[in-house]
């Protein structure tokens, strides 16, 4: 489904990204993993072309996307939850999931055809987090950190993502709640979701992953199978809480 490669990222002359390559299956659940500024939130920045990158090419489902705009993106179907959920914390829960479904209100969103209605959609989003039914008509910046994650990934999935990227879904949450937001992540790709994940719980990120990459100064140095890359004493030692 997704194709990346040989993508360079510079920021002035500071290469965040070296002549990285990944690709990710349809209904996969792809994690990338590695230390705090390795580059991983550069690379989903950069998928989503929310950066531009300096050379290297995006491939997704047979078309070169190098070039398109963070909104084409968007609209054909690669969608990002951003670090920091960046919601509108002055609009309600409800009125967010409104704006994630912005693209297939308006004509220049009618090309694509969707799968489901809005209001289904929508329904999904409260079948998902079902706290966030109660509260759809509460404004988005007194929810709770744990709420506003969900929300965060619920506006997503309004735009009827083919693949949704996500990074660092359970910063700073309790371990209830990041239980209940990465659950979502499983139920998802059970459901047939393609997943990329960049997440600060490790461990649990390469249990969930089919596969798995890990990430050092701004290249790949190990990709393997989730459960492989588990076990591997090098992730072991520099990533991993378990030695």
């Known amino acids: ?101 912005y693209l297939r209100y308006y004509p220049w969103g009618s090309e694509k055809k969707a799968s489901r209605t809005i209001a289904e959609d929508m329904e999904r989003v409260y079948d998902l987090f079902p706290v966030l039914r109660g509260k759809r008509k509460q404004y988005a910046g007194t929810l709770s950190g744990g709420e506003q994650q969900m929300l965060a990934i619920g506006r997503a999935l309004m735009s009827e993502p083919k693949l949704l990227m996500a990074d660092e879904p359970s910063l700073g949450l309790s371990p209830i709640m990041k239980s209940t937001v990465l659950g979502a992540f499983g139920r998802l790709r059970e459901e047939g979701l393609t997943i990329l994940l960049v997440e600060q719980d490790m461990e649990t990120s390469l249990k969930m992953a089919v596969r798995a990459y890990v990430m050092e100064n701004g290249r790949f140095v190990l990709e393997g199978r989730g459960a492989e890359l588990l076990e591997n004493n090098e992730v072991k030692q520099h990533y991993l809480a378990t030695k």
């Open 1 to 101: 489904m997704l194709k990346v490669e040989n993508l360079d990222v510079c920021y002035g002359s500071l290469k965040t990204l070296d002549a990285v390559s990944i690709h990710v299956e349809e209904r996969e659940l792809v994690s990338v993993i590695g230390a705090n500024g390795a580059g991983k939130s550069t690379l989903l920045n950069t998928i989503a072309h929310i950066i531009q990158p300096r050379k290297g090419t995006i491939n997704f489902n047979g078309q070169d996307v190098t070039h398109v705009t963070a909104p084409q993106m968007t609209k054909i179907g690669i969608t990002l939850v951003p670090e920091g959920r960046q919601l509108f914390g002055t609009l309600t829960v409800l009125e967010n999931l409104e704006i994630g479904a």
